[in-house]
């Protein structure tokens, strides 16, 4: 059911999808350490907004079991699909090799987490391993994301527009573009984003916002958000939100925010 909320009598821009389960516009938030009661409060007051909850890195081998499928589960009661971070995958790989990750996928499963992301930020996975991680998150009946992008770098974007080609030809669910990629200089990277509006199904594609962890200020975070709306609209798919501002990503989204109405971005 659609959300009844304050000023029912002020128009919200019909392009932007309001009910959910969305197929676009979706919002990722990535969580690091939010307690169960901190997750119930933010979805209580948040969650209509909120599709993708990404429980970052590694951080899911600290929590108590229970904890984490409370908070998975609690997830799904509002809609949200809980997704594994990518580094965790990399660990992983990297320190038990790729035979592991067939038990690996079933704990995953076992304890609630919907979406698993590949990534190769800091684990070279080799020719042809991302396809077959792709494969075996499938085959563990969940949802695989690709990532694609440098955090330490910008890469060609020829070759980013090719890398997400193929992980959305290979079964990923969603290519996602890594936040450190769509900034230059402490601006959004207007060159990549153009070539990618132009070359590859932004529908199936996530934008991950810049993060500090990567240099970037809360300005710039600000300016590229703000960029990516008005470039794609208020249905582009945004990774990497922080649960601090997840209504203010909607305020942008509709142009309630301070950047004012879309028109005037």
């Known amino acids: 059911m659609p959300l009844t909320t304050a000023f029912p009598d002020v ?28 997750l119930r409060g933010l979805l209580e007051l948040g969650g209509a907004y909120i599709d993708i909850f990404k429980v970052a890195t590694g951080t899911s081998r600290l929590f108590p079991r229970q904890h984490l499928v409370s908070k998975l ?14 580094q965790m995958q990399e660990y992983v790989i990297h320190t038990m090799g790729i035979d592991a990750m067939e038990n690996h996928l079933k704990e995953a499963k076992d304890v609630g987490f919907d979406m698993v992301e590949i990534s190769d930020n800091i684990v070279d996975l080799g020719h042809g391993t991302r396809d077959r991680l792709i494969r075996m998150v499938q085959d563990a009946g969940l949802a695989p994301v690709g990532e694609i992008g440098d955090k330490r770098d910008n890469s060609d974007p020829a070759e ?50 810049s993060t500090p962890r990567v240099g970037s200020t809360s300005p710039e975070i600000f300016a ?26 909607e305020t942008t989204r509709l142009g309630l925010g301070s950047a004012g109405p879309l028109s005037l971005m």
């Open 11 to 38: 128009p919200l821009d019909p392009r932007r999808s309001l009910e959910k389960p969305r197929s676009s516009g979706l919002t990722m938030v990535t969580d690091y350490q939010t307690t169960l009661e901190g």
């Open 160 to 209: 980013m527009v090719k890398e997400v080609n193929e992980v959305l030809a290979s079964g990923a669910e969603i290519a996602m573009i890594e936040g450190q990629e769509l900034m230059l200089d402490g601006a959004p990277n207007k060159g990549l984003i153009k070539i990618l509006q132009d070359n590859v199904d932004v529908s199936r594609c996530m934008f991950e916002l």
């Open 73 to 86: 589960t609690l997830l799904r009661e509002h809609q949200v699909r809980p997704f594994l971070g990518g």
């Open 224 to 249: 590229g958000k703000k960029f990516l709306i008005k470039t794609f609209g208020p249905d582009v798919n945004l990774g990497n939100v922080t649960a601090d501002v997840v209504i203010e990503t």
